[in-house]
């Protein structure tokens, strides 16, 4: 990808998906804006799916790093075709369950958890210990319990922690006629280690 016609937010049918849940687009949208990326990040990307936030990160972060962490071998395969489909190269695919997987990486700057496999608690313990002073954490969550969760968790360490709501839907052509077809609603929460 020679260029970037999108700040944020590449459309979806441009990844190649399969049936490995992704970040949509207005959800990645917010969740990248939350991360705030600097052009040199380190990035861990947690349940990386099928890859959809790595690669807008390593695009942000040109001159950084973007890991991919992901446990499901077909979520590792998607993963890797759209790094090739967007030529992208500052990305690395890590294989594995986190947080068992993350030991041997650069301390990174800052961290998305799109999915944590029952083990966010495990996760934030690692990364806390690791994460930059500037760091921050953006996760994504689905249910009441893994918003209360992640927010509790961030806070416990010290982090200040914000969150929004995202609720988005989107035009369908039905017949003659147009509908608003409703996604699931998700919590985008972050955590910011000092005060920036």
């Known amino acids: 990808m020679k260029h970037r016609p999108f700040p944020h937010g590449i459309p979806d049918e441009c990844f190649t998906r399969g049936k490995v849940p992704m970040t949509g ?10 991360l705030a990326l600097n052009v040199d990040s380190i990035v861990y990307d947690i349940g990386a799916g099928t890859g959809s936030v790595t690669v807008e990160a390593a695009l942000t972060a040109g001159a950084g790093m973007v890991y991919a ?3 499901k071998p077909a979520a590792q395969a998607l993963i890797r075709e759209n790094i090739k489909k967007f030529g992208i190269a500052n990305s690395r695919l890590v294989t594995g369950e ?7 990486l650069p301390a990174p700057d800052r961290v998305f958890i799109g999915g944590s496999g029952g083990n966010l608690r495990e996760i934030i313990e690692f990364i806390d210990h690791r994460l930059d002073k500037r760091g921050r954490v953006v996760m994504n969550a689905v249910t009441v319990e893994s918003v209360y969760n992640g927010i509790l968790l961030l806070e416990e360490k010290g ?4 969150a929004v709501n995202v609720s988005c839907s989107r035009l369908r052509k039905t017949g ?11 919590t985008v929460i972050w955590g910011v280690k000092e005060d920036e």
């Open 25 to 34: 687009a207005e959800v990645r949208a917010v969740s990248l804006s939350k």
């Open 69 to 71: 962490i992901e446990r």
């Open 98 to 104: 986190a947080p068992g997987c993350l030991s041997p």
């Open 159 to 162: 982090y200040q922690v914000g």
């Open 176 to 186: 003659e006629f147009h509908m608003w077809q409703a996604g699931s609603p998700v």
